[in-house]
């Protein structure tokens, strides 16, 4: 190393500038004592003494923005500034801050209000609200980013679309598509959930992960479609009327309740789901429908015609299925009630069961088996008493009627050989037979029938003739007139 003193190292200059190259012409450049150090003579290693070089100052990422942020701090209308301009893209942190964006038909300007500032701040500002800021502008140095601190909010108006978006908001309103009578209950426990979003991105991701999380039993079904741009809208009704006609070939099963869902963004990313068609294919779907679009400060018109509005598409994934933790919570409350019920109906089938042991202690059978073989017993003795008195009534009426029967069966026998001749004298006087006695014959025809008239019978008939003994089988020769 060189004894020079000009060569010795410059405790403020960077350790580096000896690779730079040398410019020989360049005059040292004067800066404030306070601010900057004028750069020392810069002397290449290995050279003996000579004429010192100057060279450029190379400064850090963080004090270029040091520099920058005194600048712009020393400006007096940047420290107290009114900027009017329509809110854009609105987002709130864990913290509690808010970041939104300034802008007009030229530039944007990143804006934030710390949360403490929010709370003096009568309102919250919107995407499409115009509004009036007040605050500084500052350098954020962790982005390298210039932005207003805002310490006061005022309404200035409505921006263009926020004004469309009011317009269509007032006219299907009057039409009725976001009355409360509309909305439909979702389903307790749906077994097919369909998702309009689009296939890539992380809505789907998260969508998924939460039903797979809280209700894995239940079966999504995706209808891909754009969520952003000039052909967002007739994506998102196809994306709904597909829904509305899918059927599982399976089972037969069709969506039971449906998630249209999309990330956050800005007013004009959003503007498909405030576009009237797809409101009306949201309000006019056959099952119900939750919308879960854009962040909790982002509000579209299908939030409105929807039959509930979640804040996220997570959170819409959360509303659409129970919970399996309360469920499985729920159940065992039932199984603590049903063991109960159960034990109560024990207690009350013991409880009846002792009564009747108790009734049936007052009528054991022993007893009342003694009872009625007791009652049987006297029964059979008034029987067996009855029916020896009777017997012997019985007994003397008998042999009174004994000892009479002879007198009484000979005189009745007497009695009706008597009446037996009379009756015989009178038949053998008065019957046919004595007729035939006296000469007379009794004459059938073939048949059996008595013959009276001789016009009855043809010549050459068969007759029979009885006479008063025996009888005769004649034919017929001739027929006479039967007149006397």
Not at 247 to 262: F, M
């Amino acid at each position: 190393m060189s004894d020079d003193p000009g060569a010795r190292h410059d405790p403020e200059r960077p350790w580096n500038d000896w690779l730079l190259p040398g410019w020989d012409d360049a005059p040292a450049a004067p800066a404030p004592a306070s601010r900057v150090a004028a750069p020392g003579p810069v002397v290449a290693p290995g050279s003996g003494a000579g004429p010192a070089l100057a060279g450029p100052r190379i400064r850090s990422v963080g004090e270029v923005t040091r520099e920058i942020r005194e600048r712009l701090r020393a400006v007096p209308f940047l420290r107290d500034l009114w900027v009017e301009g329509e809110v854009g893209q609105v987002s709130l942190s864990a913290a509690g801050h808010c970041y939104f964006i300034l802008k007009d038909d030229r530039a944007q300007l990143r804006a934030v209000i710390f949360r403490d500032e929010r709370r003096a701040i009568p309102f919250e500002p919107r995407t499409g609200l115009r509004i009036v800021a007040h605050g500084r502008v500052d350098i954020f140095e962790q982005q390298g980013a210039y932005q207003l601190y805002v310490d006061m909010l005022q309404p200035a108006g409505l921006g263009d679309l926020a004004l469309r978006l009011e317009a269509i908001k007032a006219r299907l309103a009057a039409e009725g598509l976001f009355e409360a009578s509309r909305k439909r209950p979702l389903p307790a426990w749906p077994r097919l959930i369909g998702v309009a979003t689009s296939a890539q991105g992380a809505v789907l991701h998260d969508i998924s992960r939460v039903l797979e999380r809280r209700w894995p039993l239940a079966r999504v079904v995706l209808s891909p479609c754009l969520v952003q741009g000039d052909a967002a809208p007739v994506s998102i009704v196809a994306a709904l009327r597909r829904l509305a006609a899918w059927r599982d070939p399976v089972t037969g099963l069709r969506p039971e309740v449906v998630i249209l869902a999309r990330g956050g963004g800005s007013l004009e990313d959003l503007w498909p789901f405030n576009d009237e068609r797809v409101v009306r294919a949201v309000a006019n779907h056959p099952v119900p429908v939750i919308s879960g679009v854009g962040h909790e400060t982002d509000v579209t018109l299908t939030d409105f015609a929807a039959d509930l509005r979640a804040a996220t598409p997570s959170v819409a994934a959360e509303l659409a299925v129970p919970a399996r933790g309360d469920q499985a919570v729920a159940l065992r409350a039932l199984r603590v009630r049903l063991d109960a019920g159960t034990l109560r109906s024990l207690r009350h089938a013991d409880d009846a069961v002792a009564a009747e042991g108790r009734a049936l202690d007052h009528l054991h059978p022993a007893a009342v088996l003694a009872g009625e073989r007791e009652r049987v017993g006297l029964l059979l003795d008034r029987a067996r008493v009855a029916m020896d008195a009777r017997l012997g009534a019985a007994r003397t009426v008998l042999g009174r009627a004994g000892e009479r029967l002879p007198v009484a069966a000979r005189g009745r026998v007497v009695r009706a050989s008597t009446s037996l001749h009379a009756a015989r004298a009178s038949l053998l006087a008065l019957g046919p037979y004595a007729t035939l006695e006296r000469g007379y014959a009794i004459v059938r025809d073939e048949r059996g029938g008595l013959l009276r008239d001789a016009s009855t019978v043809a010549p050459g008939a068969l007759v029979d003739v009885r006479l008063a003994r025996g009888g005769l089988d004649a034919r017929v020769e001739r027929v006479r007139d039967s007149r006397p």
